[in-house]
Each structure stands twice: as C-alpha cells, then as structure tokens.
Nanobody
Framework: QVQLVESGGGLVQPGGSLRLSCAASGSSFSINAMVWYRQAPGKQRELVARITSGGGSTYYADSVKGRFTISRDNSKNTVYLQMNNLKPEDTGLYYC?????????WGQGTQVTVSS
C-alpha cells in the first residue's frame, strides 16, 4: 500500500507563497496521475490541481488558475504544489492522492493558513 506524506504548509500573509510537497512510498507513483485536494473548515474536500503520470498535462480549479503550479519528480516519488499570491480563501488542509479510484490511504495533510 502506498503511503503519502504531505509537507510544506504554514502560516503566510496574503500575497505570499508556499511550496507543498507530497512524498509517496512504493513503486506505483510514476504510473499514476496525482491530485492535490484541500479542505477548508466546514467545507467539502475540493480538487485543486491534477497532473498526469508523466507530467505533460495539468488541470487547475478556476479558483487557483494562474496562481498555483503542480509539478512532479518521478525519480523522487514526489508531487509539488507551488502556491503564489495566496489569498485567505486558500486556507485549508491540503492533501495529495492519486487521480483515480480507489484512492490510496490518505496522509495527514499539511495545513495552509493565509492570514494577516
């Protein structure tokens, strides 16, 4: 079973930047599309960004388009989310998982708080 470990979150002021990482164990990372999700308090988990297995195609939610960039390094079994021009509404717990069901076991997530 693949294990996921997210990191890189923190407290940042509006307009700031963060780079999230998600490290996956196991050998199946490179053949799977990967997705970043986020969940704000009291809200459902939402898809933020998706990247194909080879990294050649990406998708972004309208709310983050132009501000966030998803990338991956298959040699390191890691997917990244570069977040620029952060807004208070980006606050939430960020998770990664593969891009199809059944999901791998969820990691603990990494908290992003955007506040002045």
């Amino acid at each position: 079973q693949v294990q996921l470990v997210e990191s890189g979150g923190g407290l940042v002021q509006p307009g700031g930047s963060l780079r999230l990482s998600c490290a996956a164990s196991g050998s199946s990372f490179s053949i799977n599309a990967m997705v970043w999700y986020r969940q704000a308090p009291g809200k459902q988990r939402e898809l933020v960004a998706r990247i194909t297995s080879g990294g050649g195609s990406t998708y972004y939610a309208d709310s983050v388009k132009g501000r966030f960039t998803i990338s991956r390094d298959n040699s390191k079994n890691t997917v990244y989310l570069q977040m620029n021009n952060l807004k208070p509404e980006d606050t939430g717990l960020y998770y990664c998982n593969r891009g199809l069901l059944p999901w791998w076991s969820w990691g603990q997530g990494t908290q992003v708080t955007v506040s002045s």
